[in-house]
Each structure stands twice: as C-alpha cells, then as structure tokens.
C-alpha cells in the first residue's frame, strides 16, 4: 500500500436524470434561460438529450424542488423557468429551522447580523428615493395597525420596509439574504404572535423602532443604524426562540 492509495475512494455513477437537471439549471443560472421564459416541452428534450422520458420528468421533478421552474404534466407550453430568488432561499432556510438542523435561535441571530450591516451600509450609500420608500412602508405598517387586514399584511409591510434598506446598501447578495432570512424568521414568528390576543402593542412598538431606524439612516448614523438593527431584533425575538440559544442573541447585541 503506497502513501497516495487513501487519496481516492470510489466514485457514485451519476444518473442521466442528474445530467439532464444540471445542464438546465446551468443554464438558468448564467442567466440564458432568464426567469419568465420556457423551457421545450417533454418530447423535445427528450429528443434534444437523447434520453428517454421519465429521465426528463425526474430531472424536471428535481428542478421544481429547488424552485428554479415551475412544471405542469403535458404542458404544451414547457415548464416556466423561476429562477433563483429570495422565495427559493427562505424555505430553505425555513426548512432547515423546522429540521432542527439550524436552531431559530440561530436563525435570528444571522438575521440580527444581517440587518446591522444593511442599516450600517444604507447609512452610507441611501439616496433621496431610498428615503421615500422607507416612509412609504412606515405610512402603510400605520394604516395597518388599526387596520382588520391583520398581522400577516403589518408583516409584508415590514418585510418591503427591510426590503428598501437593503436595496439602499447597494449589494444585492446582502439584499437577497436579508429578505431571505426576513422572511424564514417572520414566518416561524408570525405563528406565535398569532396566538396574542391583542398584536397591537406589539405592532406599535414596530412602528417606533422602524421611525427610529429611518431617521438614523437618514441622518448617516451608520453606528446607530447597525445598533438599533441588532437591540430591537433581541426585544423582539429573545423570549420566542429556543431558551438554550438566548445566549447567542444577547451576544450579537452586546457592544465590545
């Protein structure tokens, strides 16, 4: 036995369904199968990748699953393709939480990071239309609050106010997960608010917080912009995750 011989171990063949899933989304993901458009019908890609047609149907099922199409049997018109987009993201992270696999203390305390760095960020680098969109979600989350729409419309206001702070960080990829991550934790929180008799003051208190927020950003505090992200998330969240991650709240809320 020589030194290289625990180098290797032997390989898994790959599936044509594996194949076929790859080069589509492959192609999805360069962007020359843009989100909106259709991919051939069955009989077409059968004959394109020269495979039979339950391949294709496998590889369309494990496309549909990660979200990146969409696919209805005998479609004339092909599946349509998604794309990748925070919705795709958020089950995930949504999935992971309900697995156990993440705690939703874990959860949270990303979403804690990643709301300090948007607000620091959109601090910085907001424009005279950033500003306008955030006080238009405010306007919406107080018309909402003592509106019969409920809590789940007060929370997409919320989500779009979150939204157009980190469009104001001007990174996308902080954006995509910002709103990823905001999403996952609203939607585990929202089923335990639900349960309040009366969400109102806790909607109020949003609505403080958010002003807060705003003038902060508007004022280019980058420092209190982060701080308010991280303090409120912690008031908010703390007493509803699980008792044996509190800790890693309190210590993404703490100053060094």
């Given at each position: 036995?020589?030194?290289?011989?625990?180098?290797?171990?032997?390989?898994?063949?790959?599936r044509?369904?594996?194949?076929?899933?790859e080069?589509?989304?492959?192609?999805?993901?360069?962007?020359e199968l843009?989100p909106?458009?259709?991919?051939?019908?069955?009989?077409?890609?059968?004959?394109?990748?020269?495979?039979?047609?339950?391949?294709?149907?496998e590889?369309?099922r494990?496309?549909?699953?990660?979200?990146?199409?969409?696919?209805r049997?005998?479609?004339?018109l092909?599946?349509?393709?998604?794309g990748?987009?925070?919705?795709?993201?958020?089950?995930a992270?949504g999935?992971?939480t309900?697995s156990?696999?993440?705690?939703?203390?874990?959860?949270?305390?990303?979403?804690?990071?990643?709301?300090?760095?948007?607000?620091?960020?959109?601090?910085?680098?907001h424009?005279?239309?950033d500003?306008?969109?955030?006080?238009?979600?405010i306007?919406r989350?107080?018309?909402?609050?003592?509106?019969?729409?409920g809590?789940?419309?007060f929370?997409?206001?919320?989500?779009?106010?979150?939204r157009?702070?980190?469009?104001?960080?001007?990174?996308?990829?902080?954006g995509?997960?910002?709103?990823?991550v905001?999403?996952?934790?609203?939607?585990?929180i929202?089923?335990?608010?639900?349960?309040?008799?009366?969400?109102?003051?806790?909607?109020r208190?949003?609505?403080?917080?958010h002003?807060?927020?705003?003038?902060?950003?508007?004022?280019g505090?980058?420092?209190?912009?982060?701080?308010?992200?991280?303090?409120?998330?912690?008031?908010y969240?703390?007493?509803?995750v699980?008792p044996?991650?509190?800790?890693?709240l309190?210590?993404a809320v703490?100053?060094?």
């Amino acid at each position: 036995m020589t030194a290289d011989d625990d180098l290797f171990r032997p390989v898994t063949p790959v599936r044509a369904y594996q194949r076929v899933a790859e080069q589509i989304e492959e192609h999805i993901l360069s962007g020359e199968l843009p989100p909106g458009a259709r991919l051939p019908g069955e009989r077409e890609l059968v004959q394109r990748f020269g495979v039979g047609r339950s391949t294709v149907r496998e590889a369309l099922r494990v496309l549909q699953s990660a979200g990146l199409i969409r696919s209805r049997p005998g479609d004339p018109l092909g599946a349509e393709v998604l794309g990748v987009s925070p919705d795709n993201l958020s089950r995930a992270l949504g999935r992971l939480t309900r697995s156990r696999v993440a705690s939703l203390g874990e959860l949270v305390q990303f979403r804690m990071v990643l709301d300090a760095e948007s607000n620091r960020l959109a601090a910085r680098l907001h424009t005279p239309e950033d500003i306008a969109r955030m006080r238009e979600q405010i306007a919406r989350m107080e018309a909402l609050s003592t509106s019969p729409a409920g809590l789940h419309s007060f929370s997409e206001a919320d989500a779009l106010f979150h939204r157009s702070i980190a469009e104001a960080s001007r990174n996308s990829l902080l954006g995509l997960c910002a709103r990823a991550v905001h999403e996952a934790v609203v939607e585990i929180i929202e089923k335990k608010i639900s349960g309040v008799p009366d969400p109102t003051p806790w909607m109020r208190r949003s609505i403080a917080h958010h002003r807060e927020v705003l003038a902060a950003i508007e004022a280019g505090d980058s420092a209190a912009a982060a701080r308010l992200a991280r303090v409120a998330l912690h008031a908010y969240y703390a007493e509803h995750v699980e008792p044996e991650t509190r800790e890693l709240l309190s210590a993404a809320v703490a100053d060094d």
